[in-house]
């Protein structure tokens, strides 16, 4: 085949049932019609995963994909995208993750890898030099995933950056619906719980090999260039260069946009000591970057002060900030460093596991859950310790409370039934919103778009910020419906573009600027208008993807609790709910969707070159 | 004339000089005391005159709007940006600024 700059030219095919290996090529039609990461994810999916194969069958495909910048050099440049039918919807789950193994991939001779069927036994993959071994990981059962990585790097002889290597945890092996692929000391690709779907496989990890570039790159000069740019603009975007993502956190308590005990108070006095700034002005940190990464915002830290004093584990993202502090009510930063890596080790989104520890200290502040059904575990809010043994039960779904937990909040409160119901935060396809408060009102943008995306069941919006990067005029209100849900619609599908492409967001946060790079890379003259329509074409695959697996457009809204009114702090009284129907139907039209049932229109999808999926709905 | 309370919490606080008080790494605060009558987006033009960060960071003195990063409260509630400009400050009235930030 001619060579395609930014490819390797090659996806990896694996059948765990037989144990073929075999490779495809990825012509140059598809790769510039999906580009790579959740684009290939979406059209592999979408042809080779029909409706009526459930998430835990062999039929299902966990796929593993590049993007033509991964490994390119341009900062940060090594995330992946793993996309598989998911447990916690029944609908497409795709989830990123950065570190290495975005480059590796690459480097091992493969732009992804598409796993199917069951292995009789544990095993784990080895891909190294274009070629791959599918090996015994019996050995590896029960392990947790930092265990994984120094067995298989001691095994292997290597050293820490000599391979980057993907696996489960004790939650994945129990089929905790919300369990993790994790690797590279901390990088998950965590929503939809894809590490359920590997663990179904009987597939424990993935080992990717440094290398050299074994792709073209077809303007290398350009892309030294932007990526001198994309440097200095993430070094101005925001507070993460400063202070990494926990930055934020207090930036959030002020707007009222912290969760705070499971959305019962956005009281939080504690927050200027569990904040990004305080953890980086009073605890020792490592820089521990991604690959080439030139913003260098993952930390190594050494707690200093407190309970826990002289732990160490990586630097908490605002995400387990907020899961792990104020969601369970604690307000030990040291305690936070502990849990974060008691939650990744296990294998476990962290999101999905606060919601529902939130929503069970609630249950146990309100009589509805006893120590009869904790089995002695005091859960009153901020007992971390408890915290602790409860993430171990629920990994290893141990007893009535470990059980009921590991299917995620959603299930848990509706077997519990009763007024308890009512209190979980999540989105009625199925799983939970990012830790944050959304119901404030600068918030709408980002609980509206989880309950309606469709690449996962995390925002794609960033709430708003920085629509000039994408030459669209800032919502002159973002405290308005109408903005808010025609905004929404009209940035639909950017950040999706950034999904395919194999940056991180935090390190190349400027999609325009990630487009020229794109450009340099592979020769292509693709403009703005064409990195939104690849979203869109993204969007709407998985869209009418989703409704052959059963969506409903009425489960397209928050649960009761995500959408209530906060009761104090600086929005209280605010109400979403009220303009919610408006809000759908007018995001609806400007998507192209039909306004009453939310299917893609026939001239939607014929738009986006799609047409051969109208017959599908 | 009448006192309000300015804060920031964008971690200015050296850049400010010596008439913002800092409360803690990222808190800084002023006590102004403006004419009866003054809006808040009056008040921040002649704070981005006065304070050169202010008005780099803060309030752009061209378009006389709060720059595009930053988002604020009034009386520590969330207000809409198009009401903020014309609010006109009362005795004691507290406005803070604080960064945009999503994701996570």
Not at chain 1, 539 to 553: E, P, W
């Amino acid at each position: 085949m001619a060579e395609m700059e930014g490819y390797v030219g090659r996806i990896l095919r694996v059948d765990l049932s037989t144990g073929k290996i075999w490779t495809e090529e990825l012509d140059k039609s598809t790769a510039e019609k999906w580009v790579g990461g959740v684009g290939l994810g979406a059209k592999y999916l979408y042809e080779e995963v029909p409706p009526g194969v459930k998430w835990s069958d062999p039929e299902n495909r966990l796929i593993w994909t590049s993007g033509p910048l991964a490994g390119s050099g341009v900062s940060g440049a090594a995330t992946f995208n793993v996309m598989a039918k998911g447990p916690m919807t029944n609908l497409a789950g795709a989830s990123q993750a950065n570190g290495f193994f975005g480059a590796y991939i690459k480097f091992s001779g493969f732009d992804g890898i598409i796993f199917q069927g069951i292995s009789s036994h544990l095993v784990y993959l080895l891909v190294q030099g274009g070629k791959a071994e599918i090996r015994d990981a019996r050995h590896l059962r029960g392990k947790d995933v930092w265990e994984v990585e120094d067995t298989l790097r001691s095994e292997l002889g290597v050293k820490e950056r000599d391979v980057s290597i993907f696996g489960i945890g004790p939650a994945g092996e129990n089929k905790v619906l919300y369990s993790a692929i994790v690797g590279d000391r901390g990088h998950l690709a965590a929503h939809n719980g894809l590490g359920a779907v590997m663990a179904s496989k009987n597939l424990k990890a993935v080992v990717a090999y440094n290398g050299e570039r074994n792709f073209g790159i077809y303007d290398a000069e350009r892309l030294r260039e932007k990526n001198k740019e994309v440097f200095e603009a993430a070094k101005t975007f925001g507070v993460i260069y400063e202070w990494g993502t926990g930055g934020g956190f207090s930036a959030l308590y002020g707007i009222g946009a912290l969760p705070i005990r499971n959305y019962t108070t956005n009281i939080y006095p504690e927050h200027e000591r569990m904040n990004g700034q305080y953890l980086r002005t009073h605890f020792t940190i490592r820089s521990k970057p991604c690959y080439q990464c030139r913003i260098a915002h993952v930390k190594e830290v050494t707690v200093t002060e407190g309970p826990y004093k002289g732990f160490v584990g990586e630097e908490p993202e605002y995400e387990l900030l907020a899961a792990l502090g104020p969601v369970i009510g604690n307000t030990d930063l040291g305690a936070v460093v502990m849990l974060t890596r008691e939650v990744d080790r296990l294998g476990m989104d962290c999101n999905e596991a606060a919601w529902t520890i939130g929503w069970t200290m609630e249950c146990y502040e309100k009589g509805v859950f006893t120590q009869k059904e904790t089995d002695g575990l005091d859960l009153s809010w901020g007992n971390v310790e408890a915290v602790r043994e409860l993430l171990a039960r629920i990994a290893r779904r141990e007893g009535y409370l470990g059980n009921l937990l590991a299917e995620g909040v959603m299930r848990a409160s509706q077997q519990v039934g009763g007024e308890a119901a009512d209190w979980a935060v999540y989105a009625r396809k199925g799983v939970t919103p990012r830790t944050h408060d959304h119901r404030g009102q600068d918030r709408w943008y980002e609980l509206f778009d989880t309950c309606l995306t469709n690449t996962s069941t995390i925002e794609a919006t960033w709430a708003g910020v920085h629509p000039k990067f994408v030459d669209l005029e800032e919502p002159s209100d973002s405290f308005s419906h109408e903005q808010v849900s025609t905004f929404n619609a009209r940035y639909s599908g950017i950040r999706q573009f950034d999904d395919c492409v194999g940056t991180c967001r935090l390190a190349a946060p400027n999609p325009k600027l990630v487009l020229e790079c794109l450009n340099a890379v592979t020769g292509w003259n693709w403009t703005l208008e064409d990195a939104f329509a690849l979203g869109r074409r993204v969007i709407n695959q998985l869209r009418v993807f989703n409704f052959r697996h059963g969506m409903k457009a009425e489960d397209e809204m928050p649960s009761t609790r995500y959408g209530s009114i906060p009761g104090d702090g600086p929005a209280e009284g605010v109400n979403i709910m009220g303009k919610w129907p408006w809000m759908v139907e007018n995001y609806y039209r400007l998507m192209g969707w039909d306004a009453k049932t939310g299917k893609p229109l026939p001239e939607t999808l014929r738009n986006l070159g799609l047409g051969e999926l109208v017959k599908d709905l | 004339m009448i006192k309000v309370t300015i804060e920031l919490w964008l971690s200015m606080g050296e850049e400010l000089g010596e008439d913002f008080r800092s409360l803690s790494h990222m808190r800084s605060v002023l006590e102004a005391t403006v004419k009866e009558g003054t809006t808040v987006g009056k008040l921040f033009g002649q704070l981005a005159d006065r304070y050169p960060p202010i008005g780099e960071k803060v309030f752009d003195r061209k378009t006389q709007r709060f720059c595009g990063d930053v988002v604020v409260t009034f009386n520590e509630r969330v207000i809409s940006p198009s009401d903020v400009y014309g609010r006109i400050l009362g005795r004691g009235d507290k406005i803070t600024v604080l960064p945009v930030y999503a994701g996570g």
